[in-house]
């Protein structure tokens, strides 16, 4: 498949073209620092601001899929997964392309409840309140959309791969666990081939 990776340079967007090239696929990674991606066979970068429309819309034409690895940071001001999700959503339906599988955080809307009281009091109401309401604003733009896509919803991310986890999206994960950017990426890449997932939220964490 033609793949296109929105927050290529994050850690997580590199494990998502390191895991998309070995499974196969041709990748396209759209950043704004083209110097930060390092140069490798069945990768192209694509120059751009996920929040510049029609730079959006140009890159996504000629893909088959888009793979979403944005997010904020707690000190920042400006919201940048809405936004751009806005922004590819439309571009896909320009191009009719149909599958999206984009991160998110688990926590976000419906999965508070399960995160416990620290994290929910503390964590997501002051320190990551602004950047978690971006995640619900881009989930909630998803849904309305008529795309085929999946939200991943992720646990504290780390390094060291296990190569198994927990997936589910009935509420019977509890607690924030943690999960590593390898396997979130790895379990991405199965999604494009797969429709186990599709318009759902599941929740992935050791």
Known sequence: MRIIVFGATGG?????????????????????????????????????????????????????????ALGGRPWRKESICGPAIRNISAAMGTHQVRRIVAISTLGAADTRADVGWAARNILFRFILRREVADKEDMEEHLATTDLDWTVVRVGMLMKAAKGRFRVADDHSIQGMGKIARADVAGFMIAQLQSGAWVRRRPVIVY
């Open 12 to 68: 997580t967007g590199q494990a998502l073209i390191q895991a998309a090239i070995t499974a196969g696929h041709t990748v396209t990674a759209f950043t704004r620092r083209p110097g930060s991606i390092a140069e490798q066979p069945a990768l192209r970068v694509s120059v751009g601001n996920v929040l510049d429309r029609p730079a959006v819309a140009a890159a996504v034409g000629g893909h088959d899929a888009v793979l979403s």
